[in-house]
Every structure is written in C-alpha cells, then in structure tokens.
C-alpha cells in the first residue's frame, strides 16, 4: 500500500499498524506514533520534525533523507534500519536500538543520548556520518 506524499501533521497515530507502507515523502511533524508497528515502512524523505515515536518499532524501516529533527525516539527499535542522509539533530535516542543500522551521511549534531554503545552497534557510521 502506498500512502506517499500524505500530510499527518500532529496525527494521533498511537500503536498503529502499518508495517511495509510506501510512506515517502509524508509530513508528520509532530505525529504521535508512540509505540507504532511501522517494520519494513519505507518513510524516505518523510518530515518527522518532533515526531513523538517513543518505543515505535522501525526495524527494517527506511528512513533515508527524512527529517528528523527534535524527534523522540526513546527507546524506538531501529535495527537493521537505513538512516543515510537522514537529519538527526536535536533528536532523543535514549534506549533506542540501532543494531545493523545504516547511519551513512546521517547528521547527528546534537542528538541527546546517543551512547558509544550504540554507534558500535550500527552497521555503517561512515566519515560521511556528521557529530
């Protein structure tokens, strides 16, 4: 199914289920997707400026080029997820779960709570990968 291009600003999308939906380019800024099941999601060049997306499961998903500025992701499942080019800054990656990502290009400047650990656990942080 694919849903791209469509505009959720400040949708109340809590445990939703869309688990393999063409979401590119979609505007959810401020979306609450807390605890959401968005596995597989392809949400490239999505905006999810302070998106809440607190314990949403991305595993899988594709991120690349999104917008993802001041975003919550405490806690957020993003193993095996494509980040590449994606903007990070600001965001809260507490907890999150970034095993296998691919975080090739992505702009990390700011981003609060980000561990060591979890860099190590990310498949790709290239030189590209900005801090």
């Known amino acids: 199914m694919a849903l791209s291009d469509t505009f959720m600003t400040d949708a ?3 445990a939703v289920y869309l688990p393999t939906i063409d979401l590119s380019g979609a505007m959810l800024m401020g979306a609450d997707l807390y605890d959401a ?26 991120l690349s080029f999104s917008d993802l500025r001041w975003a919550d ?27 296998g990502a691919d975080l090739t290009g992505a702009n990390l400047h700011g981003v ?20």
């Not at 609060?112 to 801090?131: H, P």
């Open 37 to 62: 099941m968005l596995i597989g999601t392809i949400l490239e060049e999505a905006d999810l400026r302070g998106a809440f997306l607190r314990d949403a499961n991305l595993k899988g998903a594709d």
């Open 112 to 131: 609060r709570g980000m561990t060591e650990k979890q860099i190590r656990a990310a498949a790709i942080v290239d030189s590209a990968t900005q801090f």
């Open 73 to 99: 992701l405490r806690g957020a499942a993003l193993e095996q997820g494509k980040l590449h080019w994606a903007n990070l800054t600001g965001a809260d990656l507490r907890g999150a779960h970034l095993d």
């Open 12 to 14: 109340n999308g809590r």
